[in-house]
């Protein structure tokens, strides 16, 4: 790409990735519909951000690395949590900040002149990405929001000034989100083999990027535990998200697994919530089920895995750490999702009735070691580096703060040469 003309051109070729993704699930009259519709929101974003251009750049306050979460809501979650410590006890200057909104951005003016022109559809967000990197001076920014159309400039921003933009995936990227086709990213931190078969086999990405199988940086050693005793008769849901709690096949599902509860009284049924939900239909049943619990928030993953010697997933990523912790997986899903983590080649078929599910709690408890080995290879194919994903990341985030560059799998664009269809 002409440096001189990188970010118009960058622009031309987002405007061709959003065309194909918008025609990927809408006929023509639909997506033009939806393509004039974005345009003219991003177009109206552009202008604000050009007519409330400040016209001084912010104060530097350079830092080693700085970590940009999804959404201010997303740091109160804590996710990182163990990869920042790590980091700021290894000495380096980490600054924890998240992505705005466009509204946020003009109302705040988190805006610096782009060094090159840029149509004005995108000019709000080169503006805001040129900001982030002059106000912070980071040696190596980490980035955390799938999808986002600010990334393919920061990394322009970044790159001009030496800088590499690091995409550190939150969870495993077999799921098929429209927001995982952008991959514009210097590095892109994966947690393991099936992470990168899901990306490779994707129709459209935009940008190139070096896979890394870095494993995840939420695994540590907690998550290092022996085998439970199946006479623990202890059973662990890992709930979903709340959205798909909503849905008919969630709901029918978690009326299965409440009724098996019910018809065991000799287990003991531990609910799990997702972070971002709620659990009303599982706090409900706690209060009429004495061998059923929800887990209260402060509890971690890796306790809750501790406690269990049986774990239920529909359709979580934590079944990952599940596996990865020695507990046999029991697939359970009453609806018609795609089994996206490829579950039942290694557990078995998907089970949709209590009656299923009866027979395949007494067939583990019967083999219980030949299903902690299935455990581990579900774990070895979906996780690099098992438990010491968290300490691998850091150490590879520390060659490139360092200025050396680390081996990837090169992770090529669909759209560059696309015209539009």
């Known amino acids: 790409m002409n440096a001189e003309a990188s970010w118009q051109v960058k622009a031309r070729q987002l405007d061709r990735y959003r065309w194909r993704l918008l025609r990927e699930h809408h006929a023509l009259p639909g997506a033009t519909l939806r393509f004039v519709r974005d345009a003219l929101h991003d177009l109206l974003f552009g202008v604000r951000a050009r007519l409330l251009l400040p016209t001084a750049g912010p104060t530097a306050e350079p830092c080693d690395i700085l970590l940009l979460q999804g959404a201010p809501k997303v740091i109160a979650l804590k996710r990182k949590k163990l ?23 003009i109302a705040l003016g988190l805006l610096t002149r782009p060094p090159q022109a840029v149509p004005l559809r995108y000019f709000g967000y080169a503006a805001y990405a040129e900001w982030l990197v002059a106000k912070h001076e980071p040696r190596l920014l980490l980035n955390d929001r799938n999808g986002s159309l600010f990334s393919p400039f920061l990394r322009l921003s970044l790159n001009r000034r030496g800088v590499p933009l690091v995409h550190l995936a939150h969870a495993s990227t077999v799921e098929s989100s429209r927001r995982l ?35 995840s940086h939420m695994i540590d050693a907690a998550y290092d535990l022996p085998p439970a005793d199946p006479a623990l008769r202890c ?74 010697s049986l774990v239920v997933n529909i359709m979580s990523n934590a079944v990952i750490e599940a596996a990865l ?28 009735t209590g009656d299923e599910l009866a027979s395949q709690v007494a067939a583990i408890n019967e083999n219980y070691p030949q299903h902690v080995r299935q455990s581990k290879a579900f774990a070895e194919y ?20 360092l200025n050396n560059r680390i081996e990837g799998v090169r992770l090529c664009g669909t759209t560059e040469h696309d015209s539009f269809d």
């Open 181 to 215: 086709g952008m991959n514009d990213y210097d590095y892109y931190f994966l947690f393991g083999q099936s992470s990168l078969e899901a990306l490779q086999a994707r129709a459209l990405r935009f940008g190139s990027s070096q896979a890394v199988l870095s494993g």
């Open 325 to 352: 912790a020695r507990r046999p997986v029991l697939f359970v899903n009453a609806g018609e999702d795609r089994d996206i983590f490829s579950q039942e080649a290694y557990f078995g078929a998907r089970i949709r």
């Open 382 to 401: 979906h996780l690099a580096h098992g438990v010491h994903g968290l300490e691998r990341t850091c150490e590879l985030l520390e060659r490139l703060v």
């Open 235 to 308: 059973l662990l849901i890992l709930g979903v998200g709340p959205d798909r709690e909503k849905e008919p096949g969630y709901q029918k599902t978690y009326a299965l697994l409440r009724d098996w509860a019910a018809d065991n009284p000799q287990y003991r049924v531990l609910i799990k919530a997702h972070p971002r939900s709620e659990v009303p239909y599982w706090q409900d049943a706690a209060s009429k089920l004495e061998n059923l619990h929800v887990l209260p928030r402060e509890c971690g993953l890796a306790e809750a895995l501790e406690m269990a």
């Open 83 to 105: 990869l920042i410590e790590t980091l700021r006890n290894k000495g380096y200057q980490l600054v924890e900040s998240a992505q705005e909104e466009p509204r946020a951005v």
